[in-house]
């Protein structure tokens, strides 16, 4: 696991809002370039990109020494959700920024691969960081997911001028964070980053999206969600006492795979700002919602998710 993937996310959500204040509309297919919308974005970027990243290196990376150009293979952690994480960051923050670029004027086109170039850069100056400190490196498989996320929003703006398979993220708590709070987080906020058992990554889609759905809404979509619960370690569960004294528990590593209903806060109205902006930067966030699905044993499971 990288663990700079915890505030990989929280450079995400910083992101997002500096994006909604900077673009209160929708993305506008418009080639007429607005300088004084245009100006600002790029500096307000330049500074959020800047300033983060300088801000990841003294909270994290300056604690630990240098190295050498290392690789690191985490691709056995946490039964592949972190991948997942890495691939929605790149997805999402694909998408704001082609989002705003369209609204300063950018051409449609160039601001998709401006968007999408500017989120992989990001991301992968975070793995170049991860490669030169001690203990960490350079991981392949969350290159390979950024670049996924990446492709998935490039992809579908190429094919359908729109994104019809929406990438987006929930978390419940689970019961397994008591167990190793030092790993897992203490406190929602926390346990949302750290805690893996309680995050559901989503693919979303609306039958009016591929033909025409009849009275279906279209602000209901269909969800199709992976998840992983019974992780107390990365690769395993080898901790005969966790860290808060107790006798570890006999639990079994499972992924998991759901049906279920989403919110696409995209299809509401929007005649006021003050929702515009909420939706731009919580509609990435699956609304939990009754589901149904599988587990790798085959179990039937179900509930809120």
């Known amino acids: 696991m990288s663990v700079s993937l915890h505030e990989r996310l929280i450079s995400v959500c910083i992101a997002l809002l500096l994006c909604t204040s900077l673009n209160g509309q929708e993305r506008a297919d418009t080639t007429l370039i607005r300088k004084d919308r245009l100006v600002p974005l790029m500096i307000g970027e330049a500074v959020l990109a800047g300033g983060s990243l300088t801000a990841l290196h003294f909270m994290w990376y300056a604690n630990y020494e240098r190295q050498p150009f290392t690789f690191f293979n985490d691709n056995r952690q946490w039964l592949q959700m972190d991948k997942l994480g890495h691939t929605l960051t790149a997805y999402q923050v694909s998408a704001f920024c082609d989002r705003s670029?369209?609204?300063?004027?950018?051409?449609?086109?160039?601001?998709?691969?401006?968007?999408?170039?500017?989120?992989?850069?990001?991301?992968?100056?975070?793995?170049?960081?991860?490669?030169?400190?001690?203990?960490?490196?350079?991981?392949?498989?969350?290159?390979?997911?950024?670049?996924?996320?990446?492709?998935?929003?490039?992809?579908?703006?190429?094919?359908?001028?729109?994104?019809?398979?929406?990438?987006?993220?929930?978390?419940l708590p689970s019961p397994y964070a008591q167990y190793r709070p030092d790993l897992l987080g203490v406190g929602f906020a926390a346990q949302m980053l750290k805690d893996y058992n309680g995050q559901a990554y989503w693919l979303c889609s609306n039958p009016h999206d591929w033909m025409n759905g009849g009275e279906w809404p279209k602000w209901l979509d269909l969800a199709l969600g992976y998840s992983a619960s019974g992780m107390t370690g990365g690769t395993e569960n080898a901790f005969p006492l966790l860290n808060n004294g107790a006798e570890a528990p006999d639990v079994t590593r499972v992924r998991q795979y759901y049906l279920s209903l989403d919110l696409n806060l995209h299809a509401l109205p929007a005649r006021?700002?003050?929702?515009?902006?909420?939706?731009?930067?919580?509609?990435?966030i699956k609304i939990p919602a009754p589901a149904i699905g599988i587990d790798s044993n085959g179990r039937i499971i179900g509930g809120l998710r």
Do not use: H
């Not at 369209?102 to 160039?110: D, Q, T």
């Not at 850069?121 to 170049?128: N, V």
């Not at 990446?150 to 929930?170: A, D, H, P, T, V």
């Open 101 to 171: 670029l369209r609204w300063s004027g950018l051409a449609p086109r160039k601001a998709m691969w401006i968007g999408s170039a500017t989120s992989l850069a990001y991301l992968t100056t975070i793995e170049l960081m991860d490669a030169y400190s001690v203990g960490w490196g350079f991981s392949t498989g969350d290159a390979i997911a950024n670049a996924a996320g990446c492709g998935l929003y490039i992809s579908q703006e190429i094919l359908w001028q729109e994104q019809r398979l929406r990438m987006k993220f929930n978390f």
């Open 272 to 284: 006021r700002a003050w929702f515009r902006a909420f939706r731009n930067v919580f509609a990435f």
